[in-house]
């Protein structure tokens, strides 16, 4: 989620504008379907019993409209937050969208991203009502945005992979005890993470699973390996329906070959700019399902 630098690019306006278009078509989404009309008695019907009711005492019409259309603290501090500044996320408007289109139909869903960012209030404010989980790799880097955005939900991972060991792991994630389907945690492939996310993790069927961190821009960084699989993994295991898997900077030796490798080329739905999408179909429903589709 963030550059070389571990800074975000600085992107026009336009974008920024999008973005909040998009975030107040859902306030005014969340705004109609919070509004209940109020219903009358019938007075023809209350003339013609001849009780003496107590007269209640009602707050005004105004007061309750106000209070059952409430914005959402994250929702407010997230249209501020991208009203107001000029870093905007790496991914572009188009693989963005494709993201979206996904989470407008699904949402509220349990979405899981790997990387924290800028970007991380945008994802939790599209998917209003569901569940969105941070992994992030840097400690300070997690103070941080929750500093800023103290709503979001997120968790400290530590990778035990080098970028510089992509090829080997590719070979050794050929092996069957890689091909079995089955909880991340009991895995006898290395590639899965097996204890390395905390339980909130492990127990949730993830309906969106983002993938866009650890860093992998050089040889010692961590890589994205065990991200891709373990993705994969998660969805196959659930038992059933189906996970959507994205995988941003596919334009990177490790991005490329894992997703097309792990997440497989047959489940590849849409490719935009440096964004893959992937649609992985739980394989506990259907025994005997091959890795990837023949």
Known sequence: MRNKTGKYTISSKPILLTIFIVLVFILVIFVRSSYTPQTHQNPSISSD?????????????????????????????????????NITPQQTYKEISVSLRVL?????????????????????????????????????????????????????VVYDTKVNRASDLMEIGKREECKRVGDPRVSECELSLKRNLPDEVYDVEWDLIMVDAPTGYHDEAPGRMKAIYTAGLMGRNREEGETDVFVHDINRFVEDQFSKEFLCEGYLKEEEGRLRHFTIPSH???????FCPL
Request: proline residues 8%; hydrophobic residues 35%.
């Open 104 to 156: 407008n139909k699904k949402s509220p869903c349990n979405f899981l991203v790997f990387g924290l960012g800028y970007d991380s209030p945008m994802w939790a404010t599209l998917n209003q009502g569901g569940r969105t989980v941070f992994l992030e790799e840097d400690k300070s880097w997690i103070q941080q945005i929750q500093g800023k955005f103290p709503t979001l939900e997120s968790y400290h």
């Open 49 to 85: 019993i001849n009780v003496q009711s107590k007269p209640t005492t009602c707050p005004p019409v105004e007061h309750k409209l106000m209070s059952a259309n409430k914005l959402p603290a994250a929702t407010a501090e997230t249209l501020v937050h991208y009203v107001t500044s």
């Open 284 to 290: 506990r429903a259907r025994l005997g399902r091959p």
